[in-house]
């Protein structure tokens, strides 16, 4: 099995705050994994990592290896517009651009390619294939002018998604993408990622123990920043090995 | 535990360093500010003690060109300051972290110099004019009586460069604090989804921030010429009260000044107005 996140003790510290602690992950290929934990477990902490997102607050320190498609991204020859868009990211609130819908879209490919290389008849094509690939094209195809901040936030979650797809990515992270949705939302977003799984590898974060079981193959718990336990979803739920994923899954707390 | 430890730490504000943060560095103005007005009681004691202001000899060109100087020194002087101001609060906002002791210092007397009454700054430039008036007269030598042309440093107008310095002083804070506001208005979200598509800072700054803050940069440009109006406004009319004999042409600068002013609060807020319902309204 190839394994397209790879980390190797890996700490990170706020100023003299230590998030994570010693964590080594190995996150198969094109497939979805979620990350469950009480708050303030580093769960987001890691999954920022791993576009390098983390370092915008400043006063991050990072030790430690992360690689990903076999490449360590703390190199110093690492181009972070390049990584970002081979790790897309989907943001806890939905966050569109306040632009059109069609701009949205074609932002990513935009700032990634030369200025005016793109024709009206390739953007239009790549508008409707991201569009259909979430199952939009068929609400949004009149309304690809309005602006995004407008949509419903179902459809801004879609979108959001949709604009990560022109862009190639081969990694998808995701932080909480359900907890603005109602239930009719989430399990949108739900069936799109099993069925967007085999081609890119999803990476979950979630505080909703019933979805991690339900779209993840492999799961992880993590606890005060470290890494307790990772294995097949079903064992991790039906047969923790660690007392205190025992604790959390039965909801005993959290 | 090292999680606890820490929240202890950060909320009990013990340490000397985080005195210093939290109350020293704030507190800066009122010894700075302290000594500028110390040194700013120089020109206003030497204007209380010529009140009769003989020595002022004013030339008086025609109301037109008088006009036209005037406009020109508030508007090249407020378009500097205006400028200076959104390039300061790019940097300050955009590329220095908030913990930065550079960025607090200048925050804390922007706060401040934006905090003072416009009338006081008014008070300080009409002192100036009235204490050193009559000195750059005696540098520049001859008589009024033959004065008819223009010379460097000659008084024929109202306002002049000492004046443009209080207007800086009082434009500039504005400019960097509404222009701070403004890039702050833009969301967090919007961001960090443009950084996370993989948008370098530039482009971050170019294609979303600014144009969402455009609006808002416009009212702060407004906002901080209407002040260097309306202050003028004050010089010139607190000049007809004194030189009732030079009053050609005064009482019309002193109503189009006070115009201005109006009319660029008023653009001000309807600026903030519009970028409110263009950028508000949708988020429900």
Known sequence: ?254 | MNLYKNFYVMNAMSTRAERKQKIVLPSTPFFTLGIAAGIAVIPISNALKKTDATNIQVVSPNALSMLLNDLYIVLSVSLLAILLGIVCAFYLEEWLPKTNWVRRFIESHVAVLTGIPSVLYGILAISIFLSYAGTLKVINGAPAAQDTGARPFQRHTTLFLGEGLIFILMVMPVTIKTTQEALRSVATPVREAAYALGASQWQVLTRHVVPIAFTRMLAAGCRAMARAFATAALLIGTYIWHYTAETDGMSSRFLLFLGAALFLSVCSSTLVEIHASIYNSDSA
């Open chain 1, 1 to 254: 099995m190839n394994h397209s996140i790879e980390t190797e003790n890996l700490s990170l510290w706020y100023g003299d705050f230590q998030a994570l602690i010693d964590v080594s992950v190995k996150i198969p290929d094109g497939q979805i994994t979620s990350l469950i934990g009480p708050s303030g477990c580093g769960k987001t902490t890691l999954l920022r990592c791993f576009n390098r997102v983390n370092e915008r607050y400043g006063n991050v320190t990072t030790e430690g290896k992360i690689e990903i498609l076999g490449k360590n991204i703390y190199d110093p020859d690492v181009s972070l517009p390049e990584l970002r868009k081979a790790v897309g990211m989907v943001f806890q609130r939905p966050n569109p651009l306040p632009i059109s819908v069609y701009e949205n879209i074609l932002f990513g490919l935009r700032i990634h390619s030369p200025m005016r290389s793109i024709t009206r008849t390739e953007s239009d094509q790549i508008v409707e294939e991201a569009l259909t690939s979430v199952f939009l094209w068929e609400d949004l195809k009149d309304k690809l002018k309005v602006r995004a901040t407008s949509l419903q936030l179902e459809q801004q979650q879609k979108l959001c998604i949709a604009r990560l797809l022109p862009l190639k990515p081969k990694i998808i992270l995701m932080d909480e993408p359900c907890s603005a949705l109602d239930a009719k939302g989430t399990l949108a977003v739900e069936e799109l990622m099993e069925i967007l799984a085999g081609t890119y590898t999803f990476l979950i974060v979630t505080h909703n123990m019933a979805q991690a079981r339900r779209v993840s193959e492999e799961c992880i718990f993590m606890f005060l920043g470290e890494l307790i336990e990772h294995r097949e979803t079903q064992a991790l739920f039906e047969d923790p090995k660690h007392e205190k994923t025992a604790d959390y899954v039965q909801m005993r707390y959290g």
